[in-house]
């Protein structure tokens, strides 16, 4: 390793870092680097994801090699991977996994039934007009309910099929769908996917937008399961299709309550034959991964090169090992964590949680825009905070998955339906703290507001984010600014609306309130003007991206007040030229190394609440009077903000 820490490899020295922090960092590695043929980008999750693959097919392929001599769950693991490697099966099967199923679905005889049956199909991980998933009640977050939110589509957001940008992406998204149906012996496959996308269109002009969806007082809509039925007629009827129990949805969370009048009323106005062809699509679509390759082929050419640019799909391997992971996720995650999670990383982060803590406690007893009574509030939400490190404490039974090493699509809907029964058994109870949302080899970390948990896999715990032997400044420039980052989202527009126990509560004083918002804003405004290069023309959306915005601003000055609590008064050495401050900037430029293909760079910007990388490490960094000391920036300079237009929240 560097003695700074910092790749020196991978800095351009052409880009001086007043001007441009990103490139100056990472400048000679975005010159040099090629995004595989297999993705949509490369960057530093990629290749952290790719160390994380390579131990986890270690993993996998262990036990399938062991076949029928393999016990428990690692039986599970090797006989789930040899379905999924099994090309030649799942051509001679073509799509016969599948046929009796596209044949109830145009058996069904009116609108009743379709929901009926899409509602058992559900239970086969068949997406439809809403999914459902268990969390706290935002109004009472001791106990568990339901949530319904709007469903329905085949493209990723309702603005695809709303704005003109977009008219390309929907005709051959059109395109694809008359392919499948064709693969599928469906009859006037072209004019079908026509019908089946011109519904999808008239769904999605009552969906929510993603920036209404972040607002947690328009999708908190507590309903008795009969109010419900006032928006929605069926929704009986599809949860005991789905066999579940009338306790279970007897008080629901409607998210977009518009969404579900505006669907049953397409459901009673649109022709059951299109409602079929629709239904028929969720099938194909569901099963498509795991069918012949045709159906494979016609599934990445659209959604993996037309959406995200990305030119040939994964090898077999990668994708069986995803397989694996999605269906028995923590099961291999326990071993992983035995193999790569130093017990000392974890004691490492603990020491780092309680710093960066301690600096956000100083930094909100300071505010200045803040009254004193928020403050209270702000802090005694920052106390409740529930740091969780490394793995789970209590692992995932997989006891009820059943895997037959000859039946991959069957394999893959038993193993949703044993994840359904799991989620569905927490509605009712007492919430579940030792709960964890991501498994141990995952390359990322979260914020929960309705359980006021800050989340941080293992496999994120490794550099350039954590290097256990590292520079301090180099730490809490990575992985100490992720930490901060979730803690801010405990602050940002969404989060700051719950309370430190998880309720939707406003624990503001109206004028803090107003002015956070105003604070806010500024930094809306901030991120509207700026559009990537890799898509120039579309603009970042600056009210989608605010509560990441927000998170990274507050966790990369707050980071910095606790790389300043590290020192305790004395002043870090300079190593391999740079000052302690400048590699903590340098620590965070380096962690957002990306290349990008124009399409996924298009995707995100219309559907990502973060940020490009570039801005998240450029834009950020800005705003901080700090980074302007530590590289002596003048105004002239291209990162050069003045001081008036510097926006500091938390």
């Known amino acids: 390793m560097p003695q700074s820490g910092i790749t020196l490899s991978n800095i351009d020295q052409s880009v001086r870092p007043q001007d441009d922090l990103y490139r100056h960092v990472n400048g000679a590695w975005l010159n040099s680097t090629t995004i595989p043929d297999d993705r949509p980008l490369e960057g530093t999750f990629t290749s952290l994801r790719d160390n994380a693959e390579l131990a986890v097919r270690a993993i996998i392929e262990e036990a399938a090699a062991k076949g029928s001599d393999a016990t428990g769950i690692e039986r599970k693991i090797g006989d789930l991977y040899t379905s999924f490697m099994d090309e030649a099966a799942a051509e001679a099967k073509g799509f016969e996994p599948i046929r009796d199923r596209l044949a109830e679905v145009f058996a069904v005889p009116d609108a ?168 028929a699509l969720r099938v194909i ?58 017990e000392e990383h974890k004691a490492r982060m603990q020491t780092l949680v309680a710093r960066l803590t301690e600096a956000y406690r100083q930094s909100i007893t300071g505010l200045a825009w803040m009254g004193e009574e928020t403050k209270a509030e702000a802090l005694k939400k920052l106390d409740a905070f529930r740091p969780k490190i490394g793995f789970p404490d209590k692992w995932i039974d997989y006891s009820a998955v059943e895997v037959d090493p000859g039946d991959l699509l069957g394999n893959v809907e038993r193993a949703h339906n044993a994840d359904v029964d799991r989620h569905l058994d927490e509605v009712g109870k007492p919430v579940d703290l030792d709960k964890w949302l991501m498994t141990p080899q995952t390359v990322n970390a979260y914020y929960h507001p309705l359980l006021n948990e800050i989340v941080f896999p293992a496999a994120i715990l490794q550099p350039p984010f954590f290097t256990a032997e590292a520079d301090d400044a180099v730490n809490y420039g990575g992985i100490g600014a992720v930490i901060g980052h979730e803690i801010g989202h405990g602050f940002d527009d969404q989060g700051s609306q719950f309370d430190g126990s998880g309720a939707l509560r406003n624990w503001w004083t109206g004028e803090d309130r107003e002015a956070f918002e105003k604070l806010t804003a500024r930094l809306v405004a901030q991120f509207d003007a700026l559009a990537p290069q890799e ?66 760079a298009i995707r995100r910007v219309a559907t990502d609440p973060h940020s490009p990388n570039e801005f998240r490490t450029n834009a950020i960094a800005s705003n901080l009077t700090e980074f302007h000391e530590a590289f002596g920036l003048e105004e002239g300079d291209g990162m050069w903000l003045d001081p008036e237009e510097r926006v500091s929240i938390w």
Request: charged fraction near 20%; avoid cysteine.
């Open 112 to 279: 009743a039934s379709l929901v009926e049956l899409a509602g058992r199909l559900f239970r086969a991980d068949v997406s439809g007009l809403f999914s459902i998933y268990p969390a706290p009640d935002a109004g009472n977050p001791d106990r568990v309910l339901l949530y319904v939110g709007q469903g329905g589509l085949g493209l990723p957001d309702e603005s695809y099929y709303r704005e003109e940008k977009f008219e390309p992406i929907v005709e051959a998204y059109t395109g694809y769908v008359a392919t499948v149906f064709g693969l599928a012996g469906i009859p006037d496959a072209g004019g079908a996917a026509g019908r089946v996308v011109a519904l999808e269109k008239a769904l999605a002009s009552h969906h929510w937008d993603k920036v209404t969806l972040r607002d947690p007082q328009k999708t908190y809509n507590l309903k008795t399961i009969d109010e419900a039925a006032g928006l929605f007629p069926l929704f009986a009827s599809w949860f005991d299709a789905a066999a579940i129990e009338g306790s279970k949805y007897a008080e629901l969370v409607l998210s977009t309550p518009d969404f579900f009048e505006g669907a049953a009323g397409l459901l009673g106005s649109e022709p059951l034959d299109v409602w079929r062809e629709w239904l």
């Open 285 to 342: 679509n569901a099963a498509a991964p795991y069918l012949s390759p045709a159906f494979v082929d016609a599934n990445f050419a659209f959604y993996g090169t037309t959406l995200s640019g990305t030119p040939q799909n994964k090898e077999r391997w990668k994708r069986g090992v995803a397989v694996v992971e999605a269906a028995l996720g923590e099961a291999v995650g326990q071993i992983y964590v035995e193999r790569h999670f130093p």
């Open 535 to 600: 898509a120039p023309g579309h603009n970042v959306n600056g009210k989608l991206t605010l509560g990441e915005n927000i998170g990274d601003l507050g966790g990369l000055g707050i980071a910095y007040k606790a790389y300043l609590l590290s020192l305790d008064g004395t002043e870090a050495p300079v190593l391999d030229g740079l000052t302690g401050r400048q590699r903590f900037f340098m620590s965070w430029a380096a962690g957002w190394r990306q290349v990008i293909r124009p399409e996924e």
